[in-house]
DNA sequence: CCTTGACTTGGAGTGCGCTCCAACCCGTAG
DNA sequence: CTACGGGTTGGAGCGCACTCCAAGTCAAGG
């Protein structure tokens, strides 16, 4: 599989295949005479455990990290496993914030009651306490 | 109350608290005769809400958006409940995506089982199958 | 042979959200 | 009077994660 239909079919860019080729996220991709890349299906299921990465937050430096773990293969098992630990750990955090954010929001949402907007989810909390002007 | 006890208080720096009067962020700070701003302790509220704005990922264009809004006052209600509301929308979205990788997160995790590693919350989830060498 | 189009490279440019700087002003303590 | 420790401004610089470009190579089709 050339560049292009890698592109097509994990939903990246051939610029940005291209980026993380060359910072380490993706093994160094064999060439044919033409110097083309040329990839294996299964680079597809490590693009998209990188998106979950990506999505879950963890900054590039990290994920090169762990990239780099894996390219070593055996012995690194022990250091990809802490690493992914601590993002979890992270993540998890994170999503407590972000629920906690929602809360608010939700409240603050309620404290616009009775404006003419399609009504989406109103019903799911009362306005215990109706703030006015609270920015 | 000066710039920088709103820095210590807000927990932004007086460099950031200038950069969102710049952008408009934050409304224009009255200064006294030596041209310094002088602020109200309900900034702090308003600091406080936009952080969790901004916790929950809205771009800062959005955030100016609201706030001018808000500066403008009364009859702006139905627009400001509106962008809180599609924001809410999204970050409904993304905390349901977060949950997904965190899900992934886990079983990957339990795929490198056995590993030496202080154990974290190991037993919160059965590793249901395991992927061997999965990346 | 010539064009087309997908690919190659190193490096420059972009948008975001700050972060910091130079040069200056002001009020208070010693 | 002087030094100090705040504050002010406009604008430059930074780190991140791409995004794109110029100039070139190559294979296939007409």
């Known amino acids: 599989m050339k560049i292009g239909e890698l592109a097509r079919r994990s939903g990246l860019s051939a610029y940005t295949i291209r980026y993380y080729e060359r910072i380490g996220l993706l093994p160094y991709a064999d060439r044919d005479r033409a110097g083309i890349r040329d990839y294996d299906a299964s680079i597809l299921t490590w693009i998209e455990f990188l998106g979950r990465l990506k999505t879950t937050g963890m900054p590039i430096r990290d ?73």
Chains 1, 2 share one sequence.
Do not use: F, W
């Open 63 to 135: 994920m090169v990290r762990y990239a780099a773990l894996r390219e070593e293969g055996a012995g690194t098992e022990a250091g990809r496993r802490e690493l992914l630990e601590r993002h979890r750990e992270q993540v998890r955090v994170r999503l407590a914030g972000l629920s906690a954010c929602l809360r608010v929001l939700d409240d603050k949402i309620a404290g616009y009651a009775g404006q003419t907007t399609r009504s989406t989810h109103n019903d799911k909390r009362q306005p215990e306490r109706r703030r006015r002007r609270a920015g």
